[in-house]
C-alpha cells in the first residue's frame, strides 16, 4: 500500500513569488508519481507525472517537480505564480505495474495568489 | 475530442434513497474508476472497472456497486445513503493497456448531496 502526505493544507502567495508545495510519499513497492489540479468546481486535470528518467519533470504552464528517491519526495515548484494559479492541488502515487492500478491521493495543498 | 462526461452534475437525495451515476470514459479509452472527494479531502478510490468486470476495490462497502456496458461508459449504485455518502463523485478514465503509467483523465463530477 501507498500514502501521500502533503505538508501544507494551505499555501498563501502573492503573484510573482515563488511557490514550493510539498509532497512525500511511502511505497513499499515502485511507484509512479502525479500533480494535479482542481479549479473550483471543476474536476482534477493533470499538471505532470514522473514515470522513469530525469527526476525533474515540468508542465507547460510553468510548474515543475523533482523526485527524491532517498527523501521520497515530489515537491511542486513555480519560479513566478499568477493569481490564475489558485487552486486545489493534490499529489498522487501509482503503483508501478503492467496494469492499471488506482490513484492515491494526498489531502490536497490550496493555493493562494493574491495581487 | 469529448473528455470524461458525468451525469448528473448535482443532485439532492434523502437517507436511505438509491442513486445511479453515470459516466463515459474518453475516446478511446477502456477502463473506468470511480473516486469519493468529501469535502476538503482528497479524492478515494471506489473502484476500476475494466472488460465489465471489477478489477480493483477500494475501502468502501458493498453498498457502493458498480457497473461497466460493452461501450466502456459505466454506472456507480450507492444504496442505503447515509449523511455521510455526501461528496463529489469523479468519474476517471485511461487505457489499461501500457500499464500504470498511462494518464488518468477525470470528469467534472457529480455532486450528491444527502439530506
Same mark, same amino acid.
Not at chain 1, 492541488?89 to 488506482?102: L, P
Not at chain 2, 473506468?32 to 478489477?55: D, M
Not at chain 2, 461528496?87 to 489499461?96: G, N
Given at each position: 500500500?501507498?500514502?501521500?502526505?502533503?505538508?501544507?493544507?494551505?499555501?498563501?502567495?502573492?503573484?510573482?513569488?515563488?511557490?514550493?508545495?510539498?509532497?512525500?510519499?511511502?511505497?513499499?513497492?515502485?511507484?509512479?508519481?502525479?500533480?494535479?489540479?482542481?479549479?473550483?468546481?471543476?474536476?482534477?486535470?493533470?499538471?505532470?507525472?514522473?514515470?522513469?528518467?530525469?527526476?525533474?519533470?515540468?508542465?507547460?504552464?510553468?510548474?515543475?517537480?523533482?523526485?527524491?528517491?532517498?527523501?521520497?519526495?515530489?515537491?511542486?515548484?513555480?519560479?513566478?505564480?499568477?493569481?490564475?494559479?489558485?487552486?486545489?492541488?493534490?499529489?498522487?502515487?501509482?503503483?508501478?505495474?503492467?496494469?492499471?492500478?488506482?490513484?492515491?491521493?494526498?489531502?490536497?495543498?490550496?493555493?493562494?495568489?493574491?495581487? | 475530442?469529448?473528455?470524461?462526461?458525468?451525469?448528473?452534475?448535482?443532485?439532492? =437525495?434523502?437517507?436511505?434513497?438509491?442513486?445511479?451515476?453515470?459516466?463515459?470514459? =474518453?475516446?478511446?479509452?477502456?477502463?473506468?474508476?470511480?473516486?469519493?472527494?468529501?469535502?476538503?479531502?482528497?479524492?478515494?478510490?471506489?473502484?476500476?472497472?475494466?472488460?465489465?468486470?471489477?478489477?480493483?476495490?477500494?475501502?468502501?462497502?458493498?453498498?457502493?456497486?458498480?457497473?461497466?456496458?460493452?461501450?466502456?461508459?459505466?454506472?456507480?449504485?450507492?444504496?442505503?445513503?447515509?449523511?455521510?455518502?455526501?461528496?463529489?463523485?469523479?468519474?476517471?478514465?485511461?487505457?489499461?493497456?501500457?500499464?500504470?503509467?498511462?494518464?488518468?483523465?477525470?470528469?467534472?463530477?457529480?455532486?450528491?448531496?444527502?439530506?
Amino acid at each position: 500500500a501507498q500514502s501521500v502526505t502533503q505538508l501544507d493544507s494551505q499555501v498563501p502567495v502573492f503573484e510573482e513569488a515563488p511557490v514550493e508545495l510539498r509532497c512525500n510519499y511511502s511505497s513499499s513497492v515502485s511507484v509512479y508519481l502525479f500533480w494535479y489540479v482542481q479549479y473550483p468546481n471543476q474536476g482534477l486535470q493533470l499538471l505532470l507525472k514522473y514515470l522513469s528518467g530525469s527526476t525533474l519533470v515540468k508542465s507547460i504552464n510553468g510548474f515543475e517537480a523533482e523526485f527524491n528517491k532517498s527523501q521520497t519526495s515530489f515537491h511542486l515548484r513555480k519560479p513566478s505564480v499568477h493569481i490564475s494559479d489558485t487552486a486545489e492541488y493534490f499529489c498522487a502515487v501509482r503503483e508501478n505495474s503492467n496494469s492499471g492500478y488506482a490513484l492515491n491521493f494526498g489531502k490536497g495543498t490550496s493555493l493562494l495568489v493574491t495581487p | 475530442d469529448a473528455g470524461v462526461t458525468q451525469s448528473p452534475t448535482h443532485l439532492i =437525495k434523502t437517507r436511505g434513497q438509491q442513486v445511479t451515476l453515470r459516466c463515459s470514459p =474518453k475516446s478511446g479509452h477502456d477502463t473506468v474508476s470511480w473516486y469519493q472527494q468529501a469535502l476538503g479531502q482528497g479524492p478515494q478510490f471506489i473502484f476500476q472497472y475494466y472488460e465489465e468486470e471489477e478489477r480493483q476495490r477500494g475501502n468502501f462497502p458493498d453498498r457502493f456497486s458498480g457497473h461497466q456496458f460493452p461501450n466502456y461508459s459505466s454506472e456507480l449504485n450507492v444504496n442505503a445513503l447515509l449523511l455521510g455518502d455526501s461528496a463529489l463523485y469523479l468519474c476517471a478514465s485511461s487505457l489499461f493497456i501500457g500499464g500504470s503509467g498511462n494518464t488518468i483523465y477525470f470528469g467534472e463530477g457529480s455532486w450528491l448531496t444527502v439530506v
